[in-house]
């Protein structure tokens, strides 16, 4: 079973950064999972942020690329998102994402792991 925990959430005026974590456990093939940050503001879905395949391909919705970089660390099974020009509209709880396929992340499904979300606040 894959557990995911994440941690860097907090306060930040816009324009500041944050820089959010994902560590994983419970696999010795997580080297091989996508990987994938999530996001889910009050009143709205879940929506997916950025993803990063195995060979750390990556992918970003339009409304974070150029001020999001998404990364993994294979050797401490840790993934980063690093979150520049914040707006108040990235306020969101952030949920780290984990599957065997990219399919698996972007339509999250059963086979779909999941962490229990860290809150981003970008304050105005």
């Known amino acids: 079973q894959v557990q995911l925990v994440e941690s860097g959430g907090g306060l930040v005026q816009a324009g500041g950064s944050l820089r959010l974590s994902c560590a994983a456990s419970?696999?010795?093939?997580?080297?091989?999972?996508?990987m994938g940050w999530y996001r889910q503001a009050p009143g709205k879905q879940r929506e997916l942020v950025a993803h990063?395949?195995?060979?750390?391909?990556?992918n970003y919705a339009d409304a974070v690329k150029g001020r999001f970089t998404i990364s993994r660390d294979n050797a401490k099974n840790t993934v980063y998102l690093q979150m520049n020009s914040l707006k108040p509209e990235d306020t969101a709880v952030y949920y780290c994402?984990?599957?065997?396929?990219?399919?698996?992340?972007?339509?999250?499904?059963?086979?779909?792991?999941w962490g229990r979300g860290t809150q981003v606040t970008v304050s105005s």
């Open positions: 994402a984990a599957a065997r396929t990219r399919d698996d992340i972007a339509t999250p499904g059963r086979n779909t792991y």
């Open positions: 990063i395949t195995s060979a750390s391909s990556t």
């Open positions: 419970g696999s010795i093939f997580l080297h091989l999972f996508v």
